[in-house]
């Protein structure tokens, strides 16, 4: 499989997060996590279910709140923006979640324009209609604009919801399990696009999964969820080549190629 050939900016930071923290109840659930994302690279979060993963970008993202520590996101420190200037931040991150369910009533084209009619008011229907073929093309789907979301196939709908997330020209992308409950070939589908992704449109992305395929088909870089902080971070070799034996399980439990 073949590495993006990126062009990551390791002199500029898009997120810096320090020290961070955060508890439900008595469960402690980040103790102290720091992470910095760099400009045009593609980071690979690891992790155990109910590590704390998908708590870490909501907190990225002002979806939740965290107890200590700071999380700055392009310049800005998250928690203290007010609900307009975290709403306008929000454009700039671009979210795949794991359900991100397109509207069924409506076709490829129109889930496209929704966001643009949304928030780019004063675009004409022609510019919609070119910044779509773009975005359709960029996932390789341009062949499905007037079809119905219950005609696609699970990855196809997966990439419209990526190409969805795309046509806000985001600077930032989150992707929360982009390969879970996909087929090997079809997550290898989801990986080459991730790193289409990253080379058309320069954006800089956090991957959590713990498909390991995925981990080493899109990482530049790969930290480790442990018990609450990053303990492991580097290539996937690097992550792997350890004697700790919850690294160790981890890599045996997931890694199926
Ligand atoms: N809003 C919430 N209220 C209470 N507990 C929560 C909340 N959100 C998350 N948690 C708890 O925090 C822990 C981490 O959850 P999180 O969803 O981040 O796990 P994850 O690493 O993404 O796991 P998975 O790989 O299964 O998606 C879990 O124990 C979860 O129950
Ligand atoms: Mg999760």
Known sequence: MKKPSSKIDFTQKVITIQGLTKAFDEYEVLKGVDLDLYKGEN???L?????GKSVLIKIISGLLRQDGGYANVLGQEVDKLTPKQLDELRL??????QNSALYDSMTVK?????????HSKDMTARDRSRIIDVVLEAVGLAQTINQMPSELSGGQ??????ARTLILRPEIMLYDEPTAGLDPITSQDINNLINEVQRRFNTSSIIITHDLTCAKAVGNRI?????????????FEEVFDTEDERVKAFYNYNFTE
């Open 223 to 235: 930290v480790m969820l442990l018990d609450g902080q990053f303990q492991r971070q580097g290539s």
């Open 92 to 97: 700039k991150i671009g979210f795949s979640f």
């Open 43 to 45: 980071l690979v979060v």
């Open 157 to 162: 709908r997966k990439r419209i919801g990526i």
């Open 110 to 118: 129109e889930n496209l324009e929704f966001p643009l009619i949304r």
């Open 47 to 51: 992790g155990r279910s109910g590590t």
